[in-house]
């Protein structure tokens, strides 16, 4: 339609410009070419007046045409927004569902073959101890019929050290079996029996290396190592204000020939003199590794705190096991924390600088402890992957020193926050300091006011998964007894703590 229209037009043109020549040429007498040049003329004003007559009417016709089409490609783009949108909801769904069935079967069949597996060893063992209290009754051996059955040393050391935990039901099922006095310096038995003589959870190292010369306490901290008497003993760290346990922080504990607890705050200082805190660094780094693992069997956002010296990262042949030992085990690597002293950080050298850098390459990150002034430089402590920094809650809330710099104590937390630092208040003890600390936005706290340290269930020190090469790094040595088949991963809390955590107060 818009081309005949075009052609009639220019058909126009023509007669009124051929039309315009010969009215020179008849009229006025022009000569023939002098009538061309007029008729071509007019026809050339003709068409430029056109074209510009024109020009409006195409631009509204084209923005037309590219509104329209920009209306379309909107009413796509909706379209395919909300398909997305459905896409996602489907799948989202369909990975709940499968998650949920999995979870129930896994809820159902799980309790069962454990269970099955503790009576299976239970049995084993009472069968054992009946066998030799009629040996002994046949023997003429009893002077008198005892009152309760009497488990032999050898099958309590067996049950103790058996990978295994003794669930709620199978406690209230069979009856506690007492201890031999040589066991009576326990805590708590992993398979719930209860201990003849209590005794206090700690004792001092006054008491445990009372009397005895420097090189005296070198010598029974060595034989400790070599006979595996170094136990791990949990903390919680613990979120603000809802207290829930966020994170664990693992500390040593040393058991001296004569059943004694020693803290670590009292035997570290004797390690260093002695030259094995490489060796309490190895042995505690394997164990947090084994915790965390079972940790992640239900709650894969809880982590672990393990603290660690200098010392261990300027001796390059236990750096060298620890740092293959950690790249083996790179998958849990945002749940285990390193933790250094504050005075350790800043006293560190080119080689543990070196050292600090291959752990962060294998991506570790860091945690400041014992912090005894709040000079910090959180550029620096960022770019060395520090991720945590524990501040004693009386440090901050102390107001005599003032501000720090520029920043004031109660911006202290967002501050470093901004670097991507999380600041625990540390050394909690009462309530009314967690009221003060919470109007300095802290997110979490740490203290006696939530949970004493307590021990770690033998079994939790057990590796979870088979093809993962653990260093030999066991529970406690006991007796040997018949191979006890290892039982299927069970929830942390069931497994790690020998006695529960307090309850939440919020």
């Known amino acids: 339609m818009m081309r005949v229209g075009t052609v009639f037009i220019a058909i126009c043109m023509a007669l009124v410009a051929g039309s315009a020549g010969a009215i020179v040429f008849l009229r006025f007498g022009i000569g023939p070419w002098e009538s061309g ?12 007046i056109n074209l510009i ?65 503790e009576l299976s060893t239970l049995v084993h063992l009472l069968a054992n101890a009946v066998a030799k209290q009629t040996e002994l009754t046949e023997q003429g051996q009893l002077a008198e019929a005892p009152a309760a059955l009497h488990v ?14 003794m669930s709620e039901d199978a406690e209230t099922a069979l009856p506690a079996i007492p201890k031999t006095p040589a066991r009576a310096h326990d805590n708590a038995d992993p398979v719930g029996t209860q201990p003849t003589a209590p005794r206090p959870a700690t004792v001092t190292a006054a008491a445990g290396f009372i009397g005895q010369s420097p090189s005296e306490q070198a010598a029974a901290i060595h034989r400790a190592i070599d006979a595996n008497r170094f136990d791990v003993y949990l903390q919680p760290i613990v ?8 994170f664990y922080e693992a500390v040593a504990r040393l058991r001296t020939e004569t059943g004694e607890i020693v803290p670590a705050a ?49 001796d390059a042949a236990a750096f060298g096991v620890i740092l293959d030992f950690l790249e083996a085990n790179r998958a849990i690597a945002g749940s285990l924390l ?29 945690s400041l402890d014992n912090v005894t002034d709040l000079s910090l430089e959180p550029r620096d402590l960022a770019q060395r992957h ?28 967002n501050l470093l ?4 630092i999380e600041v625990i208040a540390d050394r909690v003890e009462t309530e009314a300091v967690v009221v003060d600390l919470l109007d300095y936005d802290l997110r979490y706290g740490q203290g006696f006011l939530f949970s004493q340290p307590r021990p770690v269930r033998a079994e939790a020190l057990q590796p979870v998964n088979e093809n993962v090469a653990a260093p030999a790094v066991t529970a406690p040595p006991a007796a040997t007894s018949a191979p006890v088949e290892k039982p299927p991963a069970l929830p942390a809390a069931r497994i790690l703590m020998r006695t529960p955590l307090v309850a939440n107060r919020m």
């Not at 020009?55 to 016709?61: T, V, Y």
């Not at 979120?239 to 966020?246: A, G, I, N, S």
């Not at 926050?417 to 991507?420: N, T, V």
Request: charged content about 25%; proline content about 4%; some cysteine.
């Open 417 to 420: 926050a901004r670097y991507g």
């Open 338 to 366: 390193l933790e250094f002293s504050q005075a350790a950080w800043r006293s560190m050298g080119p080689i543990e600088r070196e050292s600090i850098a291959a752990l962060a390459e294998r991506g570790y990150h860091f």
């Open 266 to 314: 009292d035997f570290i200082s004797r390690a260093a003199s002695a030259g094995v805190l490489p060796k309490i660094d190895k042995l505690q780094l394997f164990r947090c590794v084994q915790i965390v693992r079972r940790l992640h069997v239900k709650h894969s956002e809880v982590g672990v705190f393990c603290n660690m010296s200098t010392e261990t990262l300027a």
């Open 239 to 246: 979120t603000l204000p809802q207290r829930k346990v966020r």
């Open 53 to 117: 007559t024109s020009r409006p009417q195409d631009h509204s016709a084209i923005s037309e045409q590219i509104a329209s089409l920009s209306q379309g490609t909107g009413d796509l783009a909706r379209q395919v927004t909300a398909m997305e949108r459905r896409l996602i909801a489907l799948e989202t769904r369909i990975d709940k569902t499968a998650e949920a069935n999995a979870e129930a079967v896994r809820i159902v069949t799980d309790p069962l073959a454990f269970e099955m597996s």
């Open 386 to 413: 520090v991720r945590y920094i524990k501040i004693p809650g009386g440090l901050l809330l102390d107001r005599a020193g003032g501000q720090i710099g520029d920043i004031d104590r109660a911006d202290l937390s």
């Open 37 to 48: 040049a007029v008729a071509l003329a007019t026809l050339l004003i003709l068409i430029l």
């Open 152 to 165: 032999p040393e050898q099958t309590v050391e067996a049950v103790a050290a058996a990978p295994v935990a």
